[in-house]
Structure formats: structure tokens, C-alpha cells
């Protein structure tokens, strides 16, 4: 089978999966965006999947993901996904049309003189950690993220579009997206506009679409075992 029919497979069974979580939980499927996590893979799969009509990907790395958004020609929102270092926001506020992993006011700070500098908007998420036994985790804890999505929403080039989160490693789910969706909902008091629930990825992404997400973030389930570690 070529990439492109084992892909377009993929995403079929995908959306299925998809369109049952969304009757089941009785939401339209229009609420939901997919964005399709190309990390690792080569610039020619972004290339097939544009050509099957994904609209969205995500990209965990810079360089790796300035360099895919630079060779794909196609007319995608790219969403940048995970730890960003606070000295490459500039880069990549150059080519990412969202961020999902704003987790502290340096960050966002840094990304908003670069989004000004490149005359971008780049819409943001503000990425809340439930596990707080883990230092090392991408994230700021539930009680902050209120003030960091006050930050964001008020600084030049940036826009706040809403939450985001990765369940906990061996965690149930679907208790943590409940509590990202109560968390949304607090923040939408100040800023309606707050509605991105990004949650769910290939093992989950069930229990966020239960959940009220509005965002999933799903890879291998549509690229297959990852070529190396992301
Ligand atoms: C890699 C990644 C995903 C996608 O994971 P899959 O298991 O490939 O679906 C989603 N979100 C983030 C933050 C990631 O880094």
C-alpha cells in the first residue's frame, strides 16, 4: 500500500472513531478540531495528509518544525506543541499560527515581542499540569492559570484562545479532562472568548471528546509508531 493509502486509511478509521465519541456524547462534530501530530515524521507526510484535506498539525520541536513549516507548501495551521525554551519563541513565532504550551508569563512575554516583530497574531493556550508530583513537566498548576490567561489575553500579537493539557502517565483520563473543562469554564468568566479545550491524543482521545474538548491532538493513530522518540 502506498504512505498516501495507508494515510488516507488512517484518518478514515480516525473519524470514525471520532464521529461515534461525538454521538455518544451527543456533541456535533463540528465543535472539534483535529489536529494531526506529524512530529518526526518527514515533510512529505504533512505534504500527503494537506493533500487529504487536514487542515491542522503539530509540531513539538523547533528547529524540526520551522524547518517542515518552511518545505510544506500547502496553506495549514501549524500548532506548536510542548516545551518551548523561552529563547527560541521568537523563531517560532515566525511561522506558528497557535501555541499550546504557554506555561509561564516569560514565555508568553518572549512570544508576544515576537509575534509583534513578525507582525503576526498567534493564538495561545495556556498549558495547566494536574500531576504535581513531576518538576519536570510542561505545565503550570490549575490555580495560575487564571492570572497567566489574564497575561496572555492582554499582550501585543498574542490571543488567548483557551486551555490545554496532556493526562498524566498511567492516570484515568477522563477525571483530569473534567477537571481542564471546569478550569475552562473559570476562565471564560473573564474571557468568553477562552473556548479551546485542547485534550485527547491517540489513547485518549475518547475521554476528551466525552469531556467537552475541542481540540485533539492525535498522532500515531494517524502516521503509525513513531519513526524516533517525540
Ligand atoms: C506527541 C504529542 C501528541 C500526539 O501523541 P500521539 O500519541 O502520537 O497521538 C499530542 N500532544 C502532545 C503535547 C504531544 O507531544
Request: aromatic share 4%.
Amino acid at each position: 500500500m502506498s504512505r498516501r493509502d495507508e494515510l488516507a486509511e488512517n484518518l478514515a478509521a480516525l473519524e470514525q472513531r471520532i464521529t461515534d465519541a461525538c454521538r455518544a456524547a451527543g456533541r456535533d462534530r463540528g465543535e472539534i478540531t483535529l489536529v494531526v501530530v506529524t512530529k518526526t515524521y518527514p515533510a512529505s507526510d504533512v505534504d500527503l495528509l494537506a493533500e487529504l484535506g487536514v487542515a491542522d498539525v503539530g509540531e513539538n520541536r523547533h528547529p524540526e518544525a520551522g524547518d517542515k513549516a518552511a518545505q510544506v507548501q500547502a496553506p495549514l495551521r501549524w500548532h506548536f506543541l510542548g516545551a518551548l525554551q523561552t529563547n527560541k519563541a521568537g523563531a517560532v513565532a515566525r511561522y506558528a499560527d497557535v501555541v499550546h504550551s504557554i506555561d509561564r508569563a516569560k514565555l508568553a512575554r518572549s512570544l508576544s515581542r515576537g509575534a509583534e516583530a513578525a507582525g503576526r497574531e498567534i493564538g495561545c493556550l495556556v498549558q495547566v499540569d494536574f500531576d504535581r508530583s513531576d518538576e519536570g513537566r510542561a505545565g503550570l498548576a490549575p490555580a495560575d492559570a487564571p492570572e497567566l490567561a489574564g497575561l496572555v489575553a492582554e499582550l501585543p500579537g498574542l490571543r488567548l484562545d483557551g486551555l490545554m493539557t496532556v493526562a498524566p502517565l498511567g492516570a484515568e483520563p477522563a477525571p483530569v479532562f473534567a477537571e481542564l473543562v471546569g478550569l475552562s469554564a473559570r476562565v471564560r468568566e473573564a474571557h468568553p472568548e477562552a473556548t479551546a479545550i485542547s485534550a485527547g491524543m491517540s489513547e485518549d482521545f475518547e475521554h476528551a471528546v466525552a469531556a467537552g474538548a475541542t481540540h485533539l491532538r492525535v498522532g500515531r493513530a494517524v502516521l503509525g509508531p513513531r519513526p524516533s522518540l517525540g
